[in-house]
């Protein structure tokens, strides 16, 4: 249905993914449309919304563009695509305007400008502009970006690296509410497992809320389109003789790991997949842990089996749990290790030059988590002193770092010998505690318990944040919250009406941020890891994957259930029971005649709003038993 991968151009690929959106019935045309090709003005308009396109010669077009790419413009004269978009019903506001991108200039190759006007917030006073081009090539790239308005009338425009791809995003109402979602599709999957012609894209399904992409492909109500798009594109492969088997299975399993039906995608898979090793569409354990070559041994660098490669990979991209892709591919285990690691907070595909620490913290994972646990209190610390006391805090955290590197005999950066002592990674790993406990002394009230809490949670609290649309869709969740997370926070409790303002994310907010209703909770989370023993261990495999959940755990200083103390925990859990049973004991108050019945549909259906709320119908309108007393 959408996204199949042969032989195909872009301009292919789109007449076959609208054909097979159109078998669905469920394509939702825009409002209005508009084209550039060789126009030097073009406008759409709808629901008092305009939209209008110009051409406009510019001096120096190396300026930054709503729809520029990451490498940006070179500098020179070029014709401008700007927008503009006015809203009718109120001509005090300002309107919205922006340069898009440099269009038709020689070596840019942008082309096949698109404007569209859209309803995807039923919410909004007004519509939405949706504005596409193409950058050229035989397979990029669309570059799109959604302008709307927030709740309180500012505009506000998405990042075309959240719906960028080969293609443009499709608008299907896939739910039935009468307002299209907007599917794109996990590019990551090109050339991981099968050539560019054998390679498949799972579906990802956004709604538009509030100005914010919300990621709904988890969604229960998106799985019948998910199950349909998935059964044309088996068709599709079995027409093509099954060829590169390896390419479609990856698919296959991610698209049910999101129906919630992984381990039957992986019973699939087994017999079907392709047992040769293919040096160029495997990962190795060295790819999946996202290191350099330079880092990793041969055995490291080597391609991993499809089964175990899949699994670690599923796992790198949040499809799966640890602990799912275990339970199928316990064999699995070191690819699964490899993709849940901790990362340093720069990239170790281009780390420092000339630095044993930075090494050192790539091929540890052990280390890069307690170096991202002090990350974690210095950003919390920054956030309280704010701007002006940026500067100060940074040199005294340098000076104080640096002492912890002496004290371990780590080489210092740039000298001649970067050799690491065999017992430095644990002492760096104490003394990185030590800062995290004296920094952390300085904090108090919602800062100070969101300082405490284990890098794995921020990493499942900021991917919550990007499946809300809080921050970026594609962003990184690295644990470390930095201005973009603080600012998503901030957003998150603005539009929330949290009762707590800060750029801080408390236990309670953890617990309601993770429960959020606006999307459905995301089924792959990365698990807190922890380390084999309390001292860690030099070397690349020195983590081990538990079965810890990111939000119930139990920590040192007892059990605890969404970061709350054990008496909170029994008070949150007999709340809840007795929130659940509301129905019953109401049945059991009135003295209703059909108490089993009212219960039963209480304890087998009250989980569902339509069941809780069934029962409880059930409770109040039931006869109730005729007293005996003073007859």
């Known amino acids: ?239 093509q003789n099954r060829n590169e088997p390896n390419g479609f299975l990856a698919y296959y399993v991610a698209m049910k790991a ?39 041994t041969p055995e490291e660098q080597a391609p991993l089996p499809f089964p175990q490669a899949l699994a670690g990979f599923l796992v790198a991209k949040g499809y799966v749990t640890p602990q799912q892709a275990l339970a199928v591919a316990p064999d699995a285990e070191s690819a699964i290790r490899e993709a849940s690691r901790y990362h340093p907070d720069f990239s170790c595909l281009t780390p420092p030059q000339k630095n044993g620490v930075a090494t050192m913290l790539c091929e540890n994972s052990a280390a890069a988590q307690h170096e ?95 499946a809300l649309g809080y921050l970026p869709a594609g962003s990184i969740a690295d644990g470390v919250y930095g201005e973009s997370t603080r600012a998503a926070i901030t957003a998150w409790k603005h539009e929330t009406q949290q009762p707590e303002s800060s750029p801080f994310l408390s236990d309670a907010d953890a617990v309601i941020l993770m429960g959020h209703p606006l999307a459905p909770a995301l089924p792959q989370q990365l698990a807190t890891q922890e380390q084999k023993s309390a001292t860690p261990v030099s070397g690349s495999s020195d983590s081990v994957i538990t079965s810890s959940s990111s939000v119930i755990s139990y920590q040192k200083t007892g059990w605890s259930l969404f970061g709350l103390s054990f008496a909170l925990s029994i008070l949150f859990l007999v709340s809840a029971f007795t929130l659940y049973f509301v129905p019953f004991i109401v049945a059991c108050l009135r003295d209703t005649i059909r108490k089993p019945a009212v219960f039963a549909v209480n304890f087998f259906l009250g989980w569902t709003l339509i069941g809780w709320v069934a029962a409880m119908v059930m409770a109040v309108s039931l006869e109730a038993r005729r007293s005996t007393t003073g007859e």
């Open 258 to 296: 999101n129906m919630d039906q992984f381990a039957e995608g992986w019973a699939y898979m087994l017999p079907r997949y392709d047992h040769e090793i293919d040096a160029g569409f495997s990962p190795s354990l060295c790819s999946l842990g996202s290191r350099a070559d330079a880092e990793c």
């Open 372 to 466: 991202l646990q002090f990350d974690q209190v210095y950003y919390a610390l920054r956030a309280v002193v704010g701007p002006a006391g940026w500067k100060g805090l940074k040199q005294e955290i340098i000076l104080a770092e640096n002492a912890v590197d002496q004290q371990c005999g780590l080489p210092v950066p740039g000298a001649a010998d970067q050799t690491v002592p065999p017992d430095a990674t644990a002492c760096y790993a104490a003394g990185m505690d030590r800062l995290s406990e004296a920094y952390r002394a300085r904090l108090s009230g919602a800062a100070l318990e969101e300082s405490k809490r284990p890098i794995g949670d921020h990493i499942a609290l900021q991917r919550r944040l990007i």
């Open 1 to 239: 249905m959408m996204f199949r991968k042969a032989a195909l151009g872009a301009t292919a690929l789109l007449v076959l993914s609208g054909e097979a959106l159109a078998r669905g019935d469920n394509t939702v045309p825009p409002l209005a449309n508009a084209e550039l090709a060789d126009h030097e003005h073009v406008s759409a308009s709808a629901e008092g919304l305009k939209a209008a396109v110009d051409l406009q010669q510019k001096s120096d077009c190396g300026v930054p563009t709503l729809l520029g790419d990451e490498d940006g413009f070179a500098s020179g004269a070029c014709r401008m695509a700007t927008l503009t978009l006015t809203d009718s019903s109120r001509p005090e506001r300002l309107p919205f305007m922006a340069s898009l991108t440099p269009y038709n200039r020689d070596g840019s190759d942008v082309r096949d400008l698109q404007l569209d006007v859209r309803r995807l917030d039923a919410n909004a006073p007004l519509p939405q502009a949706v504005v596409s081009v193409y950058t050229g090539g035989a397979h990029c790239c669309a570059l799109t970006s959604i302008i709307g308005t927030t709740k309180e009338g500012a505009w506000t425009a998405t990042k075309p690296s959240e719906l960028a791809g080969e293609g443009r995003p499709q608008f299907a109402d896939i739910d039935g509410d009468k307002v299209p979602e907007i599917i794109a599709g996990d590019e990551s999957f090109l050339y991981t497992f099968a050539s560019h012609a054998g390679s498949y894209t799972p579906s990802l399904i956004y709604r538009y809320q509030g100005g914010h992409l919300v990621n709904v492909t988890t969604d229960p109500a998106s799985r019948s389109y998910l199950a349909q798009e998935l059964h044309e594109n088996e068709g599709f492969w079995v027409q």
